[in-house]
């Protein structure tokens, strides 16, 4: 599953509404019911005889421009620093990757895409690929199996791309070393070719979950010759259906048809739209509120941010059959950096501090898009066991500032200063802000929140040199895939800060072993291990679960085909198109 980590946006609540629980949400909305949706466990479904074209979406109409509209902007758009949900949802429409989900009533399923799902040796050390068909780029070069392979060697450059994944810095061979093809050269023992046709990849340790891996934007072909480094996120070559036609960096984005792209080929994607164009920074409530009325081409718009709880009363008649629901494995937690907040009492006095009642209410969190949380492996996720919660840490209540000044002055701490990031130019995050200010300073807390512009907001709780020790990235987590791998190992373990993806900046090598020792266990002998490892973690009070979120997005009255995308919680793309 994908897990891209998001960054969580400020949304009003005029209407504050009950959470489910655990079960089942339609990928559809059920017009007929107030049908909030509910999280279940997700499957790790495969297809290896996947062929294209893909299927028909039922009732599909090519032509005309889709617009989808988002408050957060996305970052980049470079494949090899793509991590963010939407960004990676985006991408399917440009990028194409050895491996792919495609939907299937609802639920993903990983096909061959650019190659075969691969075969392990026996030692499971040795992954071979094989490309399953002749691929052209925008341009009309052809896809070189040695593209797969540089793509995969840029990966490495850490330093030039810091927000992409890292799981190939500890699994793949002399991951830990290798610095990528601008600082150590196009020679990397992980990865060699064979022919035209063959990619293979050696492992420092086994991976069997590497095939669903492979989905990922940044094993999207790189022609080593067309390789401009930070200003390829301007333009990057398509193998996809769609290419840029105009790019504004955090304002705006429109796809035009890539003529060099066989549908034959192709067994998940379709190309109904002409175009796509994506616009960034709108006010979440006003946009969302304007492609639920559908007037002109908001009827042909889709707000893929959750619902504002504002909203949920107009979700009546035709309305209700704009609201799309699916599922979505993720986790908002608030984060907190045990490099400068050393003190477990500092960290439980902040975690008792918290509104979360009146927090989750300004965030417009309601029960179609959110559960209150209380253990880091979401209810989605295989494995997770809901224990029974450490004090504070349910992501319910109204905060206790008595409370929590005791725990200040035991420790000797109070006007302990706590400083975040947050967004300036927007009512809402700001409301956010003063929120946790508020309570934080009843609390006995010196408080410094820093205000920043929408589009500069990522980069900087993204950066773990910078000046604060609350709310830094990721501020959220979706399964990478549906195990405790994609969650434990990557965002606990010692070297996540190095990978720019921790949460609690931890660095305890015995929780280092602990971690390992599981994850090198199989797929199911280690389901039953995850939980209590996750219980370990969340009494170090390193990060404050909030809540489980589920997909529940605005559509325009025009909207075809727009079903969740299970693998990042938001609609997928490839399969919409406008119904006249």
């Given amino acids: 599953m994908a897990r891209r980590f998001k960054v969580a946006v400020a949304a009003t609540a005029a209407v504050a509404l009950g959470l489910a629980g655990c079960g089942s949400p339609s990928s559809k909305n059920d017009s007929g019911k107030a049908d909030t949706g509910k999280i279940s466990a997700q499957q790790s479904a495969t297809d290896p005889n996947a062929k294209g074209p893909a299927p028909e979406a039922p009732g599909a ?249 504002s909203l949920i009363p107009q979700l009546t008649g035709d309305k209700a059959n704009q609201l799309i629901k699916g599922e979505s494995p993720c986790l908002y937690v608030l984060n907190i950096d045990t490099r400068k907040i050393t003190d477990l009492k500092v960290r439980q006095a902040i975690a008792k501090a918290m509104p979360w009642d009146a927090l989750s209410k300004a965030n417009g969190n309601n029960d179609y898009s959110a559960e209150p949380a209380s253990t880091f492996l979401p209810p989605g996720v295989p494995g997770h066991n809901k224990y029974t919660p450490y004090p504070d840490l349910t992501g319910t209540g109204a905060g206790d500032p008595a409370g929590a000044k005791q725990l200040l002055t035991e420790a000797g701490k109070v006007g302990f200063e706590v400083s975040w990031y947050y967004d300036n130019t927007k009512p809402l995050p700001q409301q956010i802000s003063n929120i946790r200010a508020d309570a934080l300073t009843k609390a006995g807390f010196k408080v410094k929140a820093i205000g920043v512009a929408t589009a500069d907001l990522r980069a900087k709780i993204s950066d773990y040199s910078s000046p604060v020790n609350l709310a830094q990235g990721p501020r959220g987590w979706c399964s990478d895939w549906p195990t405790g791998s994609s969650w434990l190992p990557v965002l606990f373990e010692s070297r996540s800060i190095a990978d720019g993806i921790s949460w609690g900046f931890m660095q305890d090598a015995a929780l280092d072993k602990k971690i390992e020792d599981v994850a090198a266990l199989s797929t199911d002998e280690a389901t039953a291990k995850w939980a209590p490892l996750d219980q370990e973690i969340m009494g170090k009070y390193v990060a404050l679960p909030w809540y489980y979120t589920k997909m529940a997005v605005i559509a325009g009255s025009n909207i075809g085909g727009a079903v969740g995308d299970a693998t990042v919680g938001m609609p997928f793309f490839p399969d919409m198109y406008l119904k006249s």
């Avoid at 070069?141 to 500890?170: C, M, W």
């Avoid at 093809?181 to 086994?206: F, N, R």
């Fill in 61 to 309: 109409h090519k032509g005309g421009t889709i617009t989808i509209y988002a408050q957060s902007t996305p970052s980049t758009f470079d494949p090899t620093d793509t991590y963010y949900t939407d960004s990676n949802e985006i991408e399917k429409l440009t990028f194409r990757t050895p491996t792919q989900y495609a939907v299937r009533n609802g639920q993903p399923v990983l096909v061959p895409d650019l190659t075969d799902l691969g075969t392990v040796s026996a030692d499971k050390l040795t992954w071979t690929f094989k490309m399953t068909g002749t691929y052209k780029y925008e341009d009309g070069t052809d896809v070189k199996v040695e593209d797969l392979a540089y793509a995969i060697k840029r990966s490495f450059a850490h330093d030039v791309f810091p927000n992409g994944p890292a799981y190939q810095l500890s699994y793949f061979k002399d991951g830990d070393k290798y610095k990528g093809p601008y600082a150590d050269g196009d020679t990397y023992a992980g990865v060699e070719t064979q022919g035209t046709d063959t990619l293979i990849i050696h492992l420092a340790k086994p991976f069997a979950d590497l095939p669903f891996y492979m989905t990922f934007p940044m094993f999207t072909p790189i022609p080593k010759a067309k390789d401009t480094k930070q200003d390829y996120k301007n333009h990057p070559l398509s193998t996809g259906p769609y290419m840029f036609d105009q790019y504004v960096a955090g304002t705006s984005l429109t796809l035009k048809k890539n003529p060099n792209w066989d549908p034959n080929t192709d067994p998940v994607r379709h190309a109904y739209a002409d175009a796509w164009s994506f616009k960034w920074g709108g006010e979440l409530v006003s946009t969302q509120q304007k492609v639920l009325n559908s007037n002109g081409d908001d009827a042909n718009a889709l707000q893929y941010e959750e619902i504002d709880a």
